[in-house]
Each structure stands twice: as structure tokens, then as C-alpha cells.
DNA sequence: GGTAAAGTGGGAGCACCATTCCGCTTCGGT
DNA sequence: ACCGAAGCGGAATGGTGCTCCCACTTTACC
């Protein structure tokens, strides 16, 4: 009966030398596929953690729970960098030292990158995923009520650019100059001063998750 | 001996129902990776063209070598536009044109916008290659010229940034007035007008193949 | 320190795909 | 119409990688 959570309990407690190994495992995960993207085999992680093949699906039935509790663990990175920059004290500047942020992150983890280009579905903790919305549209909004960043767009859009940004960044990889460098053309795109007034209508989370999914039946 | 070119001759003369078959192989190429990216496995194309996999392998020694076939097409079809937009009165409106019609034409072929996006790494004709980059440096310097693009941009950069693009068009699909809404905001970054200078330096073609070298590699 | 339960390693099984091979079919020159 | 070569289909092959299994080891409780 394999555990499932990164907390220390649940179901039975899960023997001592298991959790040191469970965290290997993920230590592990995180090492090869921030390197290799999801394209790193089980093996490749039994490997980097220094235990067999069995151990690795013992404590994650699939390579996609492992993949998925890295992404978690991602995520809860990126929200961190939320945090701070909601507590920041200018909204605008704040906007995109996150964004530069989030670029960064997604270098060091060519995992996230893949995930937020979309390539893979995963099944990311609802609420987690949750608060990361909400923080990014208030991350946003602020910005733009400051009047750094323009009205017509909405979170869901910052979230697709996102995903652009992600490709770049899988491309560039940990060059941060040159990153940097499309993250401010990206930004400038959004200032207001750029008043052409954008075509179409600013993208809800709903229409967001829905292209994803197609796009992730397709294959 | 496999036959090699789209052409007609080479080599000796090929059988008349067998060049019928080749060019069935082709467009079923196309239509089955545009449906499912690179993902799509030779048997689909198979089935797809109403022959035996035997056949496509034959025509084609590898699913690499079918692939670059048709994405050298798609670099073919790029060309016509970047005529186009050579050939337009207006620098400016030429340039934007191109990019939406770049967009386009990665939405209508899902491999194109993966390779542009650089998850395979594919041998593309060195004339053909040469001369979109080329056209595009033209298409972007006359739009430079006419003061509608920043200057500190370099063709490579805008390659790059066509990447960002792609894999937001794989996500959106085929929903135009989406898609056209993210390359506005890009193309909204590169107007002179926001005159935020960009950090780091112009990106060259060099750097440019040499980045997306390392990403494949690192598969 | 002894023992039952929990955990481990890594090989076997399985599924998926690109590529090859070969007996049969079709073409096209005479 | 004939026949040799060219082309065809699709089963067989081989490789890769995920997942399962089980004989052996380690732990933890007495």
C-alpha cells in the first residue's frame, strides 16, 4: 500500500529509512528532470537517488504522480515569489520582478517550463493551483491600477504569455541576460503607453483550462 | 534505393504508381502531424495515405527524413509570405502582417509550431533556412527603417520570439482572434515607442542555433 | 537478539513504435 | 500477352521505458 503525500503522516506512518528514501527519491526527480524535462526515464531517477526502479514506483505508483508532486513542489516555489511580490510596496515594479521571477524558475526547472508550455497534462493540487491564480490576478491588478501595465488584459492572458515565455525560456535555458531580454519585450508589449487596443476578448481561466485540455487529448 | 526529392527525376525514374504513393505518403504526413505534432506515429500516416507502413518507410528511410520533408515544405509556404511582405508598399503593416501570418501558419501545422518551438531538432534544407532568414531580416530591417520596430532588435531575437508565439499557438489551435491577441501584445513590445532600452544584447543567428542545439542535446 | 512486517533491488512482463524483410502484386517495355 | 524488375503490405524484429513482482534485507518492536 504505497503513501502518497510529501507531509511526514497518513495511512500508516511509513518507516524511517522509507522516508529517507521517499525524499531521495524526489530530490532526486527534481534533479534529473529540472535537467532532462519529463523526458528523464524512471531509471534515470532510481539512478540520481542511488535506489532501485522498484523503490521509485513503490512510493509513486506512475512517473506522472512523480512528475506531479515536483510540479506541486514548483508551484509552492512560485507562490512564495507571489507572496513576496504582493508584499512589495510598488504593485508596478513588482508585476515584473514577478514575471523575471517566474522566468527564472522556469529555468531552473525544465520540468516547469515543459508543464507551463503545456506540453504534459498534470494533475497540479486544485487548491494550490487555486491560490496561484488568485495571487497572480491580484499580483496584476495591482499593476495595473497603478497604471503600469494595461487594462485589457486579464490574468488568463498573463498565463498565456506565460506559456510563451516558458518556450523561450526552455530554449535559452539558464542564459539570463539573454532571457531577460524577452521577458522585457514581452512587458513592454503590456504597458499602456502601447495603447493599440488589443483584438479579441481578455482570456477567462475556464477558456484557458479548455485549450489546454484539447490540446492535451490531441496527441 | 530510396528516392530522395520532391522533384520529379533523380537518381533513376521512379515507377509511376509509385510516385502517385509517395505524394499520397506526403500529404497524409502533413495532415496527420498537423492533427497530432510529431507524436503521430508512422502507421497513422500509414493509414492515413491507404498504404502499408512498408511504403512510407520505403519513400521515406525514417520518420525523421518524413518530417523534414514536411516541414521543409512548411518553410517553403513561409517563403511565399515573406515574398508577400517583401513586396508590400508599407514596411510597417508588412511586418506585423507576417508575424500574424507566421502565427497562421503554425496553427494550421502543429509540427511546424513544435519545431519552431525547437522540441525536435530537424535537418531543414541550408538554402532554404538561409534564405527565410534572410527575407525575415529584410522584412524586419525595412520595418526598422520605417520606424515601426524598435532598433535594438536583431533578426535572431525575432526568431526567438517567434518560438514564444509558436507555443502559444499550440496551445490556442486554431481560434484566431486568441491567437492574434497574444501576437499583438508581442508585436506591441517591439514599437519604438516603448523606449524602455532592452537588457542584454541583440541576439545573433549563431547564438541562436547554438541554444537550440543545447536544448535538443540535453533530450 | 529475535522475529514479523515493511521496504528494497532489479529482473520479467508488457506495450508501444520505428524499421526491416520477404513473398506476392503491379507496372511497363517489348 | 509476357516477364523481369520495381513496388507493395504487413508480419516480424528490436529497442525503449513503464510497471509489476518476489526473494532477500532492514527495521522496529518485544
Redesign the pocket.
Same mark, same amino acid.
Given at each position: 500500500m504505497p503513501p502518497r503525500r510529501t507531509t511526514v503522516t497518513e495511512e500508516?506512518p511509513?518507516? %524511517?529509512? %522509507?522516508q529517507r528514501?521517499r525524499h531521495r527519491v524526489l530530490e532526486a526527480a527534481e534533479t534529473v528532470f529540472s535537467r532532462n524535462g519529463n523526458g528523464a526515464?524512471?531509471?534515470d531517477v532510481a539512478r540520481e537517488a542511488g535506489?532501485?526502479?522498484?523503490?521509485v514506483?513503490?512510493?509513486f505508483?506512475?512517473?506522472?504522480a512523480l512528475l506531479d508532486e515536483v510540479l506541486n513542489e514548483s508551484y509552492r516555489e512560485l507562490l512564495v515569489a507571489l507572496d513576496a511580490a504582493l508584499g512589495a510596496e510598488e504593485p508596478a515594479a513588482a508585476f515584473d520582478w514577478y514575471v523575471h521571477q517566474l522566468a527564472a524558475q522556469q529555468a531552473k526547472r525544465r520540468a516547469l517550463a515543459e508543464q507551463m508550455a503545456s506540453e504534459l497534462v498534470m494533475t497540479i493540487d486544485e487548491a494550490l493551483k487555486r491560490e496561484v491564480r488568485t495571487k497572480t490576478a491580484q499580483v496584476l491588478e495591482r499593476a495595473q491600477a497603478a497604471g503600469a501595465i494595461r487594462d485589457d488584459i486579464s490574468p488568463a492572458d498573463t498565463s498565456m504569455l506565460f506559456a510563451g515565455i516558458a518556450q523561450i525560456t526552455a530554449v535559452v535555458g539558464g542564459d539570463q541576460p539573454v532571457r531577460d531580454r524577452y521577458v522585457a519585450v514581452m512587458l513592454d508589449g503590456l504597458r499602456p503607453a502601447a495603447a493599440t487596443p488589443l483584438p479579441g476578448k481578455p482570456l477567462r481561466f475556464g477558456d484557458l483550462d479548455r485549450l489546454k485540455a484539447r490540446q492535451g487529448r490531441s496527441r
Open positions: 500508516r511509513l518507516r %524511517a529509512d %522509507a528514501n526515464t524512471i531509471e535506489v532501485g526502479v522498484g523503490t514506483c513503490r512510493h505508483p506512475t512517473k506522472q
